[in-house]
């Protein structure tokens, strides 16, 4: 509508059940994405589920190794995301 183009997400719209059947068809022996359905080593590496975003790693302040992912539009919003996270 826009001109921009929108990647569609990958959860079926008939709910749950069928996003879990859809889910286990899927074959995947490491972490599938909630999102995404991409199968990955681990829940960090997964993608944003629209090709705009850029993932951001926020560090687990209490899990060394651990972190939350965000994603967010535009290069630099990373920047702001760990600011904002460490008001919490």
């Known amino acids: 509508m826009f001109g921009g ?9 008939g709910g ?3 996003w879990q059947a859809h889910s286990d068809a899927v ?13 990955v080593s681990q829940p960090s590496d997964c993608p944003c589920p629209d090709v705009q975003d ?6 687990d ?3 060394e190794g651990a972190s939350t992912i965000v994603c967010v539009r ?3 919003e990373c920047a702001d995301v760990v600011r904002l996270s460490h008001k919490i």
Do not use: F, N, W
């Open 54 to 59: 850029v993932k951001c790693l926020i560090p």
């Open 27 to 39: 074959p995947c022996s490491t972490y599938l994405c909630p999102d995404t359905l991409v199968c």
């Open 74 to 76: 535009g290069q630099d």
């Open 5 to 13: 183009h929108q990647q569609q997400q990958h959860k079926p719209a």
């Open 16 to 18: 749950m059940g069928q």
């Open 61 to 63: 302040a209490q899990d």
